[in-house]
């Protein structure tokens, strides 16, 4: 089962940055040229040759994979277009305040939402009830980007509660964080409300009500399983809106994150860093998806019996 | 021999740039900070600290860690800086002579052959500082006094020792040691950079400590100016403005920058073949109504900002009725559905913009109105590659935007878009007698030469019309009360200058 999992995740990675090298270059814009007019400097033919052999772009495609497939695993990510610095020690530097966002976001999400989903379950047309649909409906109908440039607006701007850009780590994750959460929560609660939904209409339910169990006691003793399953199954597409979503948030709130910086690499068409970046995120979704199947089946071992995922 | 320092007229750009610099810096015995510390919040922030590297001898300059050994001036003129003066000796090298009493910001004077070590490591490492004039070789020929030799004969070196290429700096076993009024304490890569008064730089003792916050949404860098988190928002968008109306705490002002916004005329597209098409086009666009519509900015007057001393003397005509007769002269009637024609022929134009200069994009529809006036029917196209779009020829209008003098020198901009042939020479345009002005100014020495060539060029430019200048931008700077009397210039080039945080 460990082999098939790494040989699964090894596989798909490696489908994902090969096409993404390939889409990268074909973005229209050569890089050389966009680093040029963005320095003001005199483009002679010489210096544009002398770039191209720098950054190893006079060489087929072919190898320039080659060399950065091999400079991925020993750490050599080779060197930003437009810096001119290492890319491994700047994404690295990076990746920590990515992964506040995200793995922050999520677990908020998680918390908040399970516990909405399960009150909201526990007593349909409530008022956890209509806050988890409130939620759903707010994160697919509101602009992520507006709803931060709000918060920002009145928590920083107008009642000065919160320092986003000046103040300490935990000041400047506390609004990022609770961006991606904010449009998380609403799919997590509803997953997690139809999961103890199907528990509370089971025969088993009614049985452990006869013995005398408390309502909500044995709603979650006897759903829970049921909807960590339904949870897992429905939460992996939000492992890329994670992605999207601490973009967002390390752009309107100042925070020096991967995504942050890649705005600006596709901006310059600085190969280094966009592919690197893929690579990253490629690795996160497939190992997040791969880890859901796995825990799933752990969950419900018929899974693994018929093969289902 | 040619003595640059004595001959008159660059002998009185010295003197002046001096007195300059003695006005600026005599007053810090006489002032004081206007805060223990300020924060500057900007979209760009120097990624490390080797100016060899990438971009980053940029950002060490705007962020008044590094100098080079000449820079650009308020008024646009080439100005000594760790330098005193140059000299061009009769073999085409120059002779470049330090400044007395310059630091290291650990105290290290700065020498010959500290600066020569430093820019021939730049030299090799970064091809960027072989642009315009080849490899420079620089050796020290006294404590004070380096031999510099170019690749390619230049009459401009301090115009090329002024680009960012070239900030002089001291290798050390950690990071580069540099000469800039601050000297950086921490670093946090894309994040932010903490700077202290440089202690051997004069008036270290009145300037504040600075932080500098990188903060890449515009409409983010204006909400932490709202908030009070930040003492100055570098370049904000023109939208946010009016959130500061009324504010006696923050102030935004208003200056205008380099990038100048242009149109060229693809003279090789048959439309545009005949000059005076291109000329009508020229006339007939109101360049009041590009300000009104990017609500920043004045019309230009030429190829460079106003501020140049070699900038063309406006205003630029506007007279759709002149433009209409040209039109009329060469052949191309009005049709009656408002489109002219000539053999068949309707007078239809492509207007290409990309929106990276999202200002750009703003002028396609007034372009495209004033032209419909005029009888020429425009599509507009917008693109994220301008710069293929552009060499590719395929476009009849291509609006663009340009740092047209980015070292303060007129030659690279009036060589590299206009000679005949040359890379970037996207109009397709030639003319001999254009050609033969830039030749001359190529070896002028003299800057009054030069600022004549100058002009002259921009006059057969106008003449030709394969380009149509349009408006010189403007940027925004929001200023707490702490730096109310800051005044902005140089476009991104110098934002953290020695006066910063100084009050006047």
């Keep these: 089962m460990a082999t098939r999992f790494v040989g699964m995740t090894l596989v798909s990675w490696l489908a994902a940055v090969a096409v993404s090298f390939l889409l990268i270059r074909l973005v229209p814009g050569d890089p050389v040229d966009v680093f040029i007019n963005h320095v003001n400097i005199r483009a002679t033919d010489e210096l544009i ?3 191209r052999e720098q950054w190893g772009l006079d060489r087929s495609l072919f190898v320039q994979f080659g060399l950065w497939l091999r400079g991925f695993f020993t750490l050599d990510w080779g060197t930003s277009f437009a810096t001119g610095g290492a890319v491994t020690g700047e994404l690295i530097a990076r990746l920590g305040w990515s992964a506040a966002i995200g793995v922050g976001g999520i ?77 998380s929560i609403g799919s997590v609660s509803r997953l997690v409300r139809a999961g103890f939904i199907e528990t509370a209409g089971a025969p088993y339910l009614r049985t452990a009500l006869a013995k005398g169990l408390p309502y909500r006691l044995a709603l979650w003793r006897h759903g829970r399983q049921r909807a960590a399953i339904g949870l897992l199954a429905g939460i992996a597409p939000d492992l890329a809106w994670i ?54 089946r752990m969950l419900d071992p018929r899974l693994e019996a018929t093969g289902q995922a | 021999m040619t003595l640059i320092s004595s001959r008159p007229n660059l002998r009185k750009h010295l003197l002046t740039s001096a007195v300059c610099a003695a006005a600026l810096m005599a007053p810090l015995t006489a002032t004081k900070a206007l805060a223990d510390s300020v924060t500057v919040g900007q979209t760009f922030l120097a990624s490390g600290l080797d100016p060899a590297e990438g971009s980053t001898g940029w950002a060490l300059v705007t962020h008044g860690i590094a100098e080079q050994l000449f820079r650009v001036s308020h008024d646009g003129e080439v100005v000594p800086n760790l330098a005193s003066s140059a000299e061009q000796q009769d073999d085409g090298s120059w002779m470049v002579t330090l400044a007395d009493n310059r630091f290291f910001s650990d105290g290290t004077p700065v020498t010959a052959d500290l600066v020569a070590a430093s820019l021939n490591r ?14 420079l070789t620089f050796e020290a020929v006294d404590a004070a006094t380096l031999r510099v030799t170019s690749e390619q004969p230049t009459p401009i070196l301090p115009s090329i020792l002024a680009e960012w290429a070239f900030p002089v700096y001291l290798e050390t076993d950690g990071d580069p040691l540099f000469t800039g009024p601050f000297a950086v304490e921490t670093i946090e890569a894309g994040s932010s950079i903490e700077m202290v008064p440089n202690a051997f730089y004069e008036g270290a003792e009145q300037r504040p400590d600075v932080t500098i916050r990188r903060i890449a949404d515009g409409q983010s860098l204006a909400l932490a100016f709202a908030s009070g988190e930040i003492d100055l928002a570098f370049n904000l968008p023109i939208e946010t403005l009016s959130i500061f109306d009324g504010n006696d705490d923050q102030s935004v002002t208003t200056f205008p920058v380099a990038y100048q916004y242009m149109m060229w005329m693809n003279t090789q597209s048959p439309a545009l073949s005949n000059v005076l098409v291109r000329r009508a086009i020229d006339l007939a666009i109101n360049r009041d109504d590009l300000v009104a519509a990017a609500r920043a900015g004045v019309p230009a007057t030429g190829a460079f900002a106003a501020a140049y001393p070699f900038a063309a003397e406006g205003p630029l005509p506007y007279d759709p009725a002149a433009a ?141 019309a394969p380009v149509s200048f349009l408006v ?25 200058r020695p006066d910063f945080g100084i009050s006047q």
């Excluded at chain 1, 707010?138 to 918060?151: E, K, N, R, S």
């Excluded at chain 2, 052949?331 to 024609?341: F, L, N, S």
């Design chain 2, 324 to 464: 209409a007769a040209l039109l009329d002269d060469a052949g191309w009637a009005m049709g009656a559905d408002g489109v002219r024609e000539k053999d068949g022929e309707r007078l239809e134009l492509v207007l290409w913009a990309y929106p990276q200069r999202p200002d750009l994009v703003t002028f396609q529809p007034v372009v495209r109105a004033a032209l419909a006036d005029l009888g020429i029917a425009v599509t507009t196209q917008v693109t994220e590659s301008p710069s293929d779009v552009a060499a590719s020829g395929e476009f009849d209008l291509f609006l663009w935007a340009q740092h047209t003098a980015p070292a303060g020198d007129p030659g690279l901009f009036l060589s590299l878009f206009f000679e005949t042939g040359s890379s970037r020479n996207y109009a397709g345009w030639s003319s001999d007698e254009y050609d033969a002005t830039i030749a001359e100014l190529r070896t002028a020495i003299d800057p009054e030469d030069r600022i004549a060539l100058a002009q002259q060029a921009q006059e057969l430019i106008a003449e030709g």
């Design chain 1, 49 to 51: 040759a002398a770039y």
């Design chain 1, 107 to 183: 677990a908020v999400a998680l918390l908040i939402g399970s516990a909405l989903g399960f009150f909201a379950a526990a007593k349909p047309g409530g008022l956890a009830d209509i806050g988890s649909r409130a939620f759903a409906v707010a994160g697919q109908a509101l602009p992520a980007f507006a709803v931060g440039v709000v918060a920002l607006w009145v928590l920083a701007a107008e009642f000065r509660w919160i320092q986003p850009f000046a103040g300490g780590p935990v000041e400047r994750l506390f609004l990022p964080i609770g961006l991606v959460a904010f449009f």
């Design chain 2, 472 to 496: 010189t931008p403007e940027w925004h700077v929001g200023l707490s009360s702490d730096l109310a009397g800051y005044e902005p210039w140089g476009s991104d080039y110098y934002v953290i």
């Design chain 2, 122 to 135: 730049t030299g090799e490492v970064n091809a960027s500082a072989r642009a315009t004039a080849g490899r």
């Design chain 1, 243 to 296: 992605v999207g979503g601490t973009a967002v948030a390390e752009i309107v709130f100042g925070v020096p994150g991967l995504s942050e910086r890649v705005i600006e690499a596709v901006a310059h068409r600085d190969y280094p860093i966009l592919q690197a970046y893929v690579a990253l995120v490629a690795l996160w979704i497939i190992i997040g998806l791969q880890l859901c199947t796995l825990f799933r």
